[in-house]
């Protein structure tokens, strides 16, 4: 028995920012799979549900004729992870997607309420941000589009404003054509688990072994999910020896904030992300036809 | 002797009814009007409840009764699901109140509501204000043994139990070994994790007696222990269990029924479910008892063990439960393994302010098999030798008796077991392959041997229950008072009542609901006993209808009853087989004939005075990763010899489970604490890293079958021992991998990469 003191669907999305901006307290809900668990514990009482899961204009990705990518915020992880353009073209991001949950919640966990849930565990992050995905975000008073980057304001913070709702994900073609990508998911589980730390890494390989346009994306190594600018600056052009790969997994660790928890503790995630990142570059490395053994 | 239903893959019988959906489960039994009871759990592991205040908790609408521990009885009752015993020497420890004035760990129930629906409940419980008086916080047992530390029951040193044995001159022993071996090895506090939480619904019927319908192992002793807590004659509570979904010993104990109970009495007799979410169920149900081992043992340079010492420190929690039994129970059945001369066992079990520990598949077995396993490991390591050679050199033979209960082994079959699970894993020659692993991957192999008890002869009664009706169209229904609770057992009995009386399976009706007004008496679900003690009353009752049956056909045909047997659903001639006349028509009569119409039916008990020893190892394989130090399981393999196997299926069931609970216990499970306060951190299964199939790699599952004389089909135990040795084993091979010794669980990642670094075996 949850504690709902009233429930609201949204019928088309005009409506559903008109009512956003009548119901500022109204708790948007999609799939439910964070919203409901925090009902279930206790953190949300006598809530004012409105669910936005009929909308049928954020269903759905499309690809534009210059292969701009738009996914819509109610596409659920198992529709990421089994669309066939994702899986061609951006790879990582359908490997991230399998990696959330179980079947269950992938079939209707949604990887709009993944962003906007702001949590720095959420499987989908690292590997969007890599991306440089911008987001769509709409209101009654009119839509402005954020860099992912940005959104991310702290644990469980995002820059959601009142009466706005996400309406797309955006990845501009420029971002994954020509790129080769790997996410490691480090959990105690194989399944149903939160990411000790998340690792996603993009990058294009030249003559086998240089590598360009180095992204590297972080889950749980601080207050939000991170890039690592530093160890992406000094990847460039670099050709990959185990040398250059331990160098970029030590240098991520400079833009990491970890703190010890009882889950792990900071020393050890630190050495994860040193660990991991380069584990992660030579995956991608291999994904890219490059040689990727350091 | 070749069966026809014995030894086969049955489907289970109750395999259709779970899968589709309709087996009823206690949720599924909705009284009209029901209530909900919900409960009021202290903050503090460790205060005194000065006073409470429900007056606004009363005034909330749809609240029909608020409870403390002033409005209920404040009779002190055991939990334990044991026996009872006529000595008042052998009860189990009377520490518990059904709502307490002294929080004793964080969750123990202060206060409890009932009202029309579970929000109310909820918002109810949050108007209650309870003052309380914080004691210091006792988490580890060496703070709970202090001198002045605050005693959490009226105990010396909080210590509730020291009962463990010596046989040997330990002292020449020692003197006469070669070499001597110390090590100290830790388990931690894991939960059952069954997928059923504990739920009772209770109502006072129209002749005003209690009638509760819970999620138990044990219904005829929740029935007692019911009325031992609110203080009423036995027979005025009446237990049901339907389907329940798992147990593992969590629900060898009696948690929420009392509680259900009193609720139900508070609303005038109304029907109140007691449910508990997951969350409550891992704090305030039962955990497996972490316990910290000193070994010390002589050994002859060519391995041969002289003698044994063995120190426990077991950590029991807030409340007795099965505490005072479990470190010595865990001693007890260790002894049938290995034939020394001297062995000392000395467990302390202490009180502190943590989750209550009690019975927990294997009750007590894996703590110390996975210290002492480790331990022979280490021994071989220390003596060069490989350790299934020093297993074999000092494993008891088939006629052992042990030097303390004098219980005789008469049939051991540890030996075949090793011999089986080396050919399976490949041992011999992984382990030439795995000797010079180098880079950051390596593999190694480890094996781990145990021996166990079937059911708890002598220390405990053993009394089972079986009634066998023979219907009219040659069917029978079978009645047992021991409880399916998902291992199988209600199929297993079916099989055997279908062996004997030569029939289908599926014309064995097999009752899974327990009723204590209707069904036998049976003490229930635990000491991997019911194949083997309900299975012998199971027998004899079904021999006893075969018995009848045939002296029927006696009287119509005039041919002896003993040239005579049923096979087929048919009476036949023994010498030639030749059909005499079809079951069914023998059934008829039995009903209808207008002389000698006398329905048959059974109703037998079997008070068992055996106990037979079952055998088993766990040989596993595995990769480390010592970046990162993940430990990865390639291959696992448990060989048992549990006797006769009455269906294949079924046990490999038993050791896909038992062996993936194992795996948990090894690397990943930990029901983890702060200890200044003693607040659970992880009781979810989020954070409470259960592993998931992914997690589980194949399970290879072998049986040595041998015969047992005292088990109906020459069966013994087998639902518990899958559990036992996989932690120990898989130990032992993280060992031969990396060369690092891990003795104390599990074997997480971090935890493996800290100390791997520290051995400086990874920068």
Redesign the interface.
């Known amino acids: 028995m949850f504690n709902i003191s009233k429930y609201d669907e949204a019928g088309s999305l005009d409506g559903a920012l008109e009512f956003l901006s009548e119901h500022p307290a109204a708790k948007v809900i999609a799939g439910g799979t964070d919203v409901v668990i925090k009902m279930q514990g206790g953190k949300l009482r006598e809530v004012e549900l409105f669910s936005i899961r009929g909308l049928a204009e954020l269903k759905g990705s499309k690809c534009s004729p210059d292969g701009a990518v738009l996914l819509g915020p109610l596409v659920t992880f198992s529709q990421i992870a089994g669309d066939p353009f994702l899986q061609d073209n951006i790879p990582v991001l359908t490997q991230a997607a399998l990696s959330m949950g179980g079947p269950q919640i992938r079939n209707i966990a949604t990887i709009g309420g993944n962003i906007c849930n702001g949590a720095v565990s959420a499987d989908s992050a690292p590997t969007l941000l890599a991306l440089n995905a911008e987001l769509r975000l709409q209101s009654a008073r009119g839509e402005r589009k954020v860099p992912l980057r940005e959104f991310y304001l702290g644990p469980g913070k995002v820059d959601l404003r009142p009466g706005e709702l996400l309406t797309g994900i955006m990845v501009r073609p420029e971002e994954y054509l020509g790129y080769h990508g790997h996410y490691i998911k480090f959990a105690m589980r194989k399944a149903m688990d939160i990411a000790t730390l998340g690792v996603s890494v993009l990058c294009r390989v030249e003559e086998g072994k240089v590598l360009r346009g180095v992204r590297i994306a972080l889950g749980v190594a601080a207050p939000t999910p991170i890039r690592c600018p530093e160890a992406e600056a000094f990847a460039e052009g670099k050709t990959a020896s185990a040398e250059t790969l331990r160098e970029i997994g030590r240098l991520a660790v400079r833009s990491t904030k970890a703190r010890t928890s009882w889950r792990a503790s900071q020393e050890y995630r630190e050495h994860l992300v040193a660990e991991l990142v380069p584990r992660a570059l030579q995956e991608a490395m291999r994904a890219a036809g490059g040689e990727g053994n350091a | 002797m070749a069966y026809d239903t014995v030894g086969q893959r049955e489907i289970r019988v109750d395999a259709v009814a779970k899968v589709t959906g309709k087996a009823k489960y206690t949720a599924d039994f909705r009284e009209r009007d029901l209530l909900v009871g919900k409960i009021l759990r202290s903050p503090y592991a460790h205060a005194w409840v000065r006073h409470i205040d429900s007056e606004r908790a009363q005034a909330l609408p749809g609240v029909e009764a608020v409870l403390t521990y002033a409005d209920v009885p404040h009779i002190k009752f055991s939990t334990a699901g044991h026996p009872y015993s006529l000595d008042p020497g052998h009860r189990d420890k009377e520490d518990r109140l059904i709502l307490t004035d002294k929080a004793r760990f964080v969750g123990d129930a202060v206060a409890a509501v009932v009202a029309a629906?579970?929000?109310i409940a909820?918002k109810a419980l949050r108007l209650i204000e309870v003052e309380y008086e914080p004691l210091e916080v006792l988490t580890s047992p060496e703070a709970a043994m202090r001198e002045d530390a605050p005693l959490i029951h009226e105990v010396k040193r909080n210590i509730l139990s020291t009962f463990g044995y010596e046989f040997g001159d330990l002292d020449k022993a020692f003197a006469d070994a070669d070499r001597i071996f110390e090590g100290e090895y830790q388990t931690s506090v894991v939960q059952h994790c069954q997928m059923e939480n504990q739920i009772a619904t209770a109502y006072v019927d129209e002749n005003g007696r209690i009638v509760i319908t819970t999620s138990t192992q044990i219904p005829h002793i929740v029935r007692r222990i019911v009325a031992q807590a609110l203080g009423i004659p036995w027979g005025k509570v009446r237990v049901l269990k339907p389907y329940i979904g798992g147990g593992f010993g969590n629900k060898q104990d009696v948690c929420v029924e009392p509680l259900a109970a009193v609720m139900t009495l508070a609303v005038g007799g109304r029907p109140v479910r007691l449910e508990l979410s997951r969350?409550e169920c891992m704090i305030d149900t039962r955990t497996r008892h972490a316990i910290q081992y000193r070994i010390k043992t002589g050994v002859k340079r060519d391995g041969k063990i002289t003698g044994i010492r063995i120190e426990a420190i077991s950590n029991t929690g807030a409340y007795a439960s099965h505490g005072h039994s479990i470190a010595s129970s865990g001693g007890g059945k260790f002894r049938y393994l290995y034939q020394v001369d001297a062995l000392k066992y000395e467990p302390v079990t202490v009180y502190t302010n943590l989750p209550v520990a009690g019975a927990m598949r294997g009750y007590g077995t894996p703590q110390i098999f996975y210290a002492f396993e480790c331990h022979m490991e280490d021994i071989a390591r220390g003596l060069g030798l490989d350790p299934i050679a020093l297993h074999k050199l000092n494993f008891v033979e088939t006629g052992f008796v042990d030097p303390i209960g004098k219980n005789k082994v008469l049939s051991c079959g540890i030996r075949e077991c090793v011999d089986k699970g080396r050919e399976m894993i490949k041992w011999d020659l992984k382990k030439k392959l795995y000797k010079n692993e180098s880079g950051d991957k390596r593999r190694g192999l480890g094996m781990a041997c145990f021996s166990y008890q079937s059911g708890t002869h002598p220390v405990n009664l053993e009394i089972a229950g079986a009634r066998i009706v023979l219907n009219q169209d040659g069917s029978v229904q079978l009645q047992v008072g021991a409880t399916e609770i998902g291992q199988g057992s209600d199929t297993v009995f079916g099989q055997m009542v279908a062996e004997v009386l030569g029939l289908p399976l599926d014309m064995v009706h097999v009752v899974s609901t327990q009723d204590t007004d209707l069904s036998p008496f049976d003490t229930g679900a635990y000491a991997s006993r019911q194949t083997y003690i309900t299975g012998m009353a199971v027998k004899k009752a079904a021999e006893e209808v075969k018995a009848k049956i045939l002296d029927f056909v006696w009287g119509m045909t005039d041919t002896p009853a003993q040239a005579l047997d049923l096979k087929g659903q048919k009476v036949i001639y023994k010498h030639s087989g030749e059909v005499l006349m079809p079951l069914a028509e023998v059934a008829l009569q039995t009903y209808y004939d207008p002389v000698f119409a006398r329905p048959i039916t059974s109703d037998t008990s079997n008070n068992a005075r055996v106990n037979a020893m079952s055998y088993g190892v766990t040989f596993a394989e595995v990769e480390v990763d010592l970046?990162?130090g993940q430990v990865g399981v390639l291959e696992i393999y448990n060989v048992h010899d549990s006797g006769r196997i009455i269906n294949p299926q079924l046990a490999e069931g038993q050791v896909h489970g038992g062996v993936s609970m194992g795996i948990g216990y090894a690397l990943?499970e930990q029901l983890?604490y702060d200890e200044k306060t003693g607040r659970v951190?992880?009781n979810n299964?989020?954070?409470y890293?259960l592993?998931?199939?992914?997690?589980t790699p194949e399970i290879g599952a072998a049986f040595v079958e041998l015969d047992d004389p005292t088990g109906p089909f020459g069966v013994k135990s087998l639902g518990e021992p899958p559990a036992i040795t996989p932690a120990p084993a898989i130990r032992n091979a993280v060992l031969d991998a990396t060369g690092v010794a891990f003795n104390r669980l599990p074997m997480?990642?971090?935890r493996v990469?800290?100390k791997l670094r520290q051995a400086g075996i990874v920068g």
């Open positions: 629906d579970e929000l909820e969350e970046k990162t990943s983890l951190l992880n299964l989020l954070d890293k592993p998931t199939i992914m997690d997480n990642p971090q990469f800290e």
